[in-house]
């Protein structure tokens, strides 16, 4: 008998007002080549008529579930289902993006074959069209892939770096399949944190992890907002501080269980996702807009993550503009500060 009453795969998808997307998501997820899955959406106290789309979806296909929340966030919406889940794999949509129809067929099939508990493929950015746009080349990712597929290589110092030249696998969960079993027994959720929470996640899961799978091909298409309503856009968040700081303390732990490096090169690791964690801090600060009581509430907090010694060394990963911010953070005024970044539509 199949213990899975069988489902192979189960597909998790929290959605919050995305009318706009979530037909062409949960489509894609339906017209995947291994069909023995299920969809468990989650309408996260949407005001408009997503939930309605996707009850018509469901009544056209028996494999959709729908579950509610009130507005909790992402990884709260994702927590609701996770005790529903009946596949052997799990994995998690999101609903403004799509999949390529064998995302599902080929990373669990790599799994498989490597006898693996998690799997990684690469993402293709898309515009709202579906356009192709310019997409990270992960130098990380090909290392995890030469290496025996160890996952510990996917910690190095540009590990930690998110933006459009090196995007971590550490930040996004929609790249990832994942073993239901090690979250079920290992009791595992996301954090009730605004953002970082699919870091937070992946962190835990890999404790549980020696080696990991790269399928080598774009599977996941990537939506980036052209009306600039992408989520990761920036905007000031007041519990900044204490999520990266959690983050920041999850990296560590991780960084001491794994006896792929040497000590100095965990220092490396460490302090230069520090150093990144400082600079958006910084940002965060000045996208407020009472940022001179920001400044002074966070100022200590900031300058207690790096030395300009630590800055000397480990700057590597960053841009010159990156540099400066954190040596004037260090150096210069508040108001030189802002003036700095203002000129460099850092922030506006």
């Not at 080696?211 to 992408?230: F, P, R």
Request: with cysteine; proline share 3%.
């Amino acid at each position: 008998m199949n213990p899975y009453n069988q489902v192979k795969v189960s597909i998790i998808v929290p959605f919050y007002n995305a009318s706009k997307w979530i037909e062409r998501c949960l489509l894609s997820a339906l017209n995947q080549t291994m069909s023995d899955l299920e969809i468990l959406a989650v309408d996260d106290g949407s005001t408009d008529n997503s939930l309605d789309l996707v009850r018509q979806m469901m009544q056209r296909d028996c494999r959709i579930k729908i579950f509610s929340s009130p507005h909790l966030g992402c990884g709260g919406a994702r927590n609701v289902a996770l005790p529903y889940v009946k596949g052997k794999f799990l994995y998690f949509l999101d609903a403004d993006d799509y999949m390529c129809s064998k995302l599902l067929e080929k990373m669990i099939g790599g799994m498989e074959n490597a006898n693996a508990p998690i799997a990684f493929c690469r993402f293709q950015n898309v515009n709202d069209r579906g356009d192709a746009l310019a997409t990270p080349y992960e130098k990380n990712l090909m290392k995890f892939a030469a290496d025996v597929r160890d996952v510990r290589y996917l910690l190095t110092p540009k590990s930690f770096k998110d933006d459009n030249e090196t995007q971590s696998v550490l930040w996004s969960l929609f790249r990832v399949v994942f073993l239901s079993d090690i979250v079920k027994q290992n009791k595992l959720t996301f954090s009730n944190v605004p953002f970082a929470e699919d870091f937070l996640f992946l962190a835990d899961y890999l404790k549980f992890c020696q080696k990991g799978c790269l399928v080598d091909e774009y599977l996941y298409l990537y939506t980036k907002q052209t009306d600039g309503s992408s989520n990761h856009s920036r905007g000031f968040h007041p519990d900044f501080n204490e999520v990266f700081l959690a983050v920041l303390n999850k990296a560590k732990k991780m960084l001491e269980m794994n006896t792929l490096y040497t000590d100095p090169q965990k220092e490396v690791i460490y302090k230069t996702f520090a150093l990144l964690i400082a600079h958006n801090m910084i940002l965060n600060v000045f996208c407020s807009s009472d940022y001179e009581r920001e400044y002074k509430k966070s100022k200590e907090t900031i300058l207690a993550l790096y030395s300009m010694r630590d800055l000397e060394q480990y700057h590597g990963p960053f841009s010159e503009i990156q540099r400066i911010t954190l040596e004037m953070m260090q150096k210069s005024s508040m108001i030189e500060l802002y003036e700095f970044l203002t000129a460099h539509n850092i922030i506006k």
